[in-house]
């Protein structure tokens, strides 16, 4: 069994393939974390030390005990309120506005199968596949309720943690604070790896030593957000990308979220990752629960690289849903670059006839295609078709479209508003906004109060009527900014944040069970909401509004750490690239973009003869490897942020073909070689270069490396296909 529980000493032993992580219950009702990390085989609770420190409280129940203290033993659910003055996971306000909660266990259930969450997204596995841990703690004086969740994936060396509040008092209580999962580690130096960044440049690696004092990430934008990613790695001070200890977190959820690290003043180290306390005062009557989204938590001694391959594999495989979720994904071409708003519908069918000839599946129309949106200051909220722009009905257009044997996508925003529009005009009502204040605009747009119901009802029913005017099979979901004016005029405010973002994921639901064979890639100005919440409905993110090659070498490695390269929505586009003024060559744009989704944002009428011929044939070899690319095992190569190149490999999962990938990021005179050491090969086995017909045994590919030839051009780019002999 995965989980294991020894009665006599009330000790809780989860188990995956390589990991152990271990709890107990003990004399006193409290849940004390002991260990996680490695496989081990024996009772950890030796490494509990009781001593008597200064100014650390000890409970009542210890009755004299100055050496038992909460404010230094290793907790699973640390609470404001019981003496122990680090970060919490849970502050509590209850009916006399005394913050203070003091839980203790009182039971516990074992079961078969994954833990799923109402409303919210979280991993799910067959019933032979996961076990779920549920364990019950009470505050015997107010009689709140906490209902800790553990699942377990043993084959995946993945262990999830979410939490349930309930408020079973008959006095109103305020949730002030709430996190899913909370690591405690006795002893060891650790850094912490987040991934910061802003709109157009997403998830730099960077890497901070957790000094005395807390050190913090999150976001209050309503979103998970473009400046910091919910994801982070406690590595240890020797961890590399393929040695060393480190553990990952991964938050499911698309809102506001804070993780706290922090070393305390005898060297212990304790890593929070929940919900933002800012703007998050929940409360619940009698009765109410707070379920709190999941945390994902894994561990390598292998350093990041294998546990990026157990995030990847757990992402895709227990994350994703859907008819998409296995499959090779459409290729597309996008009509944002191509012609902005400035199109109608002989110019999106232009483009379908170039999809068509260039072997491109699908057409996306994007922006401007509805209410009297020429530019982004109107009619976001008016979704009806603008048939005088198009110069058809979108039926006409769609039919045409599928007559070449192209597929047709759409673009929509449905959580926003604009002033200048009939629904704002109709209903000013449905905007979050502060009574008596004046909105703070962002791209001219105000958001939708996505927490009601009646709005997300009034939005869906609009967008299901356009949807099924035609053959639709692909919607990117947008979303244009952070959020503000933080109000409602029907929940309490203090929850509104967190009711918004469930309003949008049943918004997502509710549309995927009417159109279960709709591909739904999610955007957020890009990067803005690429987080693990929203795979759970939509199985492919687009990376970044900044499609630059360059850039995207940096952005698509900080992305890979956690997140599957299935998941990544990344184009090939023009040049000068519209972000960045920067012009590369169109092989290496196309390499960039292979390490994802793969597809077009530029307009085919507009290259030269040789180009045409160029995508034609980077399309067919996209389309070779697309399987590989998309579900293979994933190698970073180099850092791109120090090294002079950017490098990647995906490695079949029977090891039978890799596919490498190197843009050349620096060129200097006289310039030294770059020798690129490859990984996930077998060491013993041949494999032959398809280009070349060289073998190499996979021990020198790993160990020496192979040296790239110099080019002289801007950003010069290779690929190589490797195949196992025999």
């Known amino acids: 069994m995965a989980i294991q529980f020894q009665k006599e000493k009330r000790l809780f032993t989860l188990q995956t393939a390589h990991t152990t992580y271990q709890m107990k219950v003990d004399d006193f009702g409290f849940l004390l974390h002991l260990y996680y990390g490695g496989k081990t085989k024996g009772d950890m609770d030796y490494l509990l030390t009781y001593y008597d420190r200064g100014f650390s409280g000890n409970p009542n129940d210890a009755e004299g005990d100055r050496t038992y203290s909460l404010d230094t033993l290793p907790q699973e659910f640390p609470v404001m309120g019981t003496g122990d003055y680090r970060s919490s996971a849970l502050i509590i306000q209850n009916g006399d506005a005394s913050e203070s909660c003091d839980l203790r266990y009182l039971s516990h259930e074992i079961r078969k199968g994954k833990y799923g969450l109402k409303g919210l997204p979280a991993v799910y596995a067959k019933e032979e596949e996961a076990e779920t841990l549920e364990i019950l703690l009470q505050d015997a004086v107010s009689r709140v309720e906490v209902r800790l969740l553990y699942g377990v994936l043993e084959k995946e060396d993945i262990i999830t943690r979410s939490a349930k509040i309930v408020n079973q008092g008959e006095d109103r209580i305020i949730v002030e604070k709430a996190a899913s999962a909370c690591l405690d580690f006795v002893t060891g130096e650790y850094d912490l790896i987040s ?55 991964v938050f499911v959820y698309s809102g506001n979220f804070m993780c706290e690290a922090e070393n305390d003043q005898f060297g212990q180290t304790r890593i929070i990752m929940g919900m933002h ?129 192209v597929k047709f996508g759409i673009w929509i925003e449905p959580e926003m508003i604009s002033e200048d529009s009939v629904l704002y005009r109709e209903h000013p009502d449905y905007v979050m906004q502060i009574p008596g204040r004046k909105p703070i605009r962002a791209r001219n747009q105000l958001a939708l109060d996505f927490s009601r119901k009646e709005v997300r009802d009034n939005v869906f029913a609009q967008i299901c009527s356009v949807f099924d005017q035609g053959n639709i099979e692909y919607v990117k979901w947008d979303l244009n900014r952070s959020l503000s004016d933080i109000y409602s005029l029907e929940n309490y405010p203090g929850r509104v944040i967190y009711d918004y973002v469930l309003g949008v994921y049943a918004f997502l639901e509710k549309l995927q069970t009417r159109y279960p064979d709709m591909l739904i890639e999610s955007c957020s100005g890009g990067g803005g909401r690429f987080d693990a919440g929203m795979m759970y409905y939509s199985p492919q993110i687009w990376c970044s509004d900044n499609t630059d090659a360059v850039d995207r070498v940096r952005i698509q490695y900080g992305t890979s750490f956690f997140y599957p390269v299935s998941t990544v929505g990344s184009h090939v586009s023009a040049v000068p690239n519209h972000q960045t003024g920067r012009s590369v060559s169109l092989r290496t744009r196309g390499i960039v973009a292979m390490a994802g989704t793969f597809g077009y944002e530029l307009d085919p009428a507009k290259l030269s003869a040789k180009e045409r011929e160029e995508i034609k044939e980077q399309i067919r070899e996209y389309k070779k490897y697309a399987e590989l690319i998309q579900n293979g095992d994933y190698y970073r190569l180099s850092d791109p942020f120090h090294d002079p190149y950017g490098a990647w490999m995906f490695v079949s999962k029977d090891g039978r073909q890799a596919l490498v990938s190197v843009v050349v990021l620096e060129i200097h005179g006289n310039m030294p070689v770059n020798y690129v050491h490859m990984k996930g090969l077998e060491a013993d086995s041949l494999y032959e270069d398809m280009d070349t017909k060289r073998c190499y045994y996979g021990s020198d590919l790993m160990e020496a490396g192979m040296p790239m030839p110099s080019a002289m051009e801007e950003y010069p780019t290779y690929q190589i296909v490797l195949r196992k002999k025999g």
Not at 201 to 228: A, D, K, P, W
Request: with cysteine; net charge negative; aromatic share 10%.
């Open 195 to 249: 991934f910061y960044g802003r709109h157009a440049m997403e998830r730099n690696f960077q890497r901070n030593q957790i000094l005395h004092g807390s050190y913090v990430i999150g976001s209050r934008r309503g979103t998970s957000s473009h400046q910091y990613n919910p994801a982070v790695i406690l590595a240890g001070k020797d961890a590399t990308e393929d040695t060393g200890k480190c553990y990952g977190m």
């Open 277 to 405: 306390r800012d703007l998050f005062h929940y409360p619940l009557v009698k009765g109410q629960e707070l379920i709190i989204p999941e945390t994902i938590l894994s561990y390598s001694d292998q350093g990041f690289g294998k546990l990026s391959r157990q995030y990847h594999n757990c992402i895709r495989e227990h994350l994703c849903r859907g008819k998409y979720k296995d499959q090779t994904r459409p290729l597309l071409i996008n009509s944002w670059e191509a012609s902005y708003f400035d199109f109608t519908g002989e110019t999106i069918l232009n483009l379908a006839k170039e999809a068509a000839e260039l072997g491109i599946d699908m057409v996306v129309m994007d922006d401007g295609w509805f209410g009297n949106r020429e530019d982004d200051n109107s009619s976001l909220g008016d979704w009806q078709v603008n048939e005088k722009k198009l110069g058809c009905t979108l039926k006409e257009l769609t039919d045409r479209v599928n007559e070449l044997g």
